[in-house]
């Protein structure tokens, strides 16, 4: 494995987190095995919807599988071939995982565009503040894949997950304050200690806050369900019309919060807001339905809709909102039971 001098940090050797928008080389997925997030036979009925997403990112680049043996990797490729998925753009890397939330227990690749080179940011993984035991395997999961591309890994030594954290690509983080500052994640670290965690390791200038997420999430409020960059100054921000949802309070306290922010350049954020979808209820569970949960990767954008009344409304948003991609809304009914949905599944490489 190539050498790096560990006693600089990423962003001191010239390295940055790339927006999602920036070309992938492939997109990362943790194949899900077991009931961690789909008891009984919901994992058999996600099934479809998940390769589906398979499908529809396989379009314009490679996607990595995480299997967790050899039998689920044999299982896998004959499910791809029934659902018509060109196996040449399939990578499989082998190892044992306990859920399948690659975005948040997956690799953080961070590259440098002068010497076009790529590394490995191995953040500590405790399954959302120690929620869902055993996370040992998952937790392994940011170095096999730099073993499998022959990467450099650097490791910060707290916990962090990318589904909290959203990047411009111009030097600005968002995040949120009911997750990042959360005791159950980094005790020891105060807020002014995160933000140079996250500027030294992720290569960025700023860190802004909004401040929580929504019902539903079990993740303390990751940033993907409430407010997304689509452009170095753009956003994509969730809000709630009802007065008397659980959303509407977080999500206008967090929109006025975003209307308060400057980008590193001075510049005031251009929001363009999306409807939550109507309450998404299964079994008397209020799950974390989100438009703001799509995937940015090269072939399209890929949407999570959930045969609701306000599906058609946030497609038409985001068909104007990226002009340039094509948005393919992908049926996340049965995987929103797990309490995430297409970007929580998956963690993109860069190509450089």
Known sequence: MPDINTSLTPKELGYTFPAEWFPHRATWLTFPHNDASWQGDRLAKMRPQYLAFIKAISQGENV????????LKQFITQELIRTGVDLAKIEFVIKPTNDAWCRDHGPSFVINPETRQKMIVDWGHNAWGGKYPPYDDDNRTPQAIANYLNIPVVMPG?????????????????????CLLNVNRNPHLNQGQIEEYLCNYYGIEQVLWVEGGIVGDDTDGHIDDTTRFINEDTVIACVESDRNDENFEILQTNLDM?????????????IIEIPMPKAVVIDDFRTPGSYANFLICN?????????????????????????????I??????????????HCLSQQEPLI
Do not use: H
């Not at 916990?159 to 030097?171: K, L, P, R, T």
């Not at 209307?259 to 005031?268: D, E, F, P």
């Not at 809304?329 to 297409?342: D, H, Y």
């Open 64 to 71: 990595g599988i995480i299997a967790n043996d050899e039998n």
């Open 158 to 178: 707290i916990i962090m997950e990318g589904g909290a954290v959203e990047f411009n690509g111009a030097g600005s983080l968002l995040t949120s304050k009911s």
């Open 329 to 342: 809304p992908l049926l996340a009914t049965e995987i929103i039971w797990g309490q995430g949905s297409f």
């Open 258 to 270: 975003l209307k308060a922010m400057r980008l590193v350049n001075g510049k005031q954020l251009n």
């Open 299 to 327: 072939a399209a954008v890929i949407v999570p809709v959930f045969n609701n009344p306000n599906d058609e409304i946030a497609i038409d948003i985001l068909e104007k909102a990226f002009p340039g991609r094509q948005i």
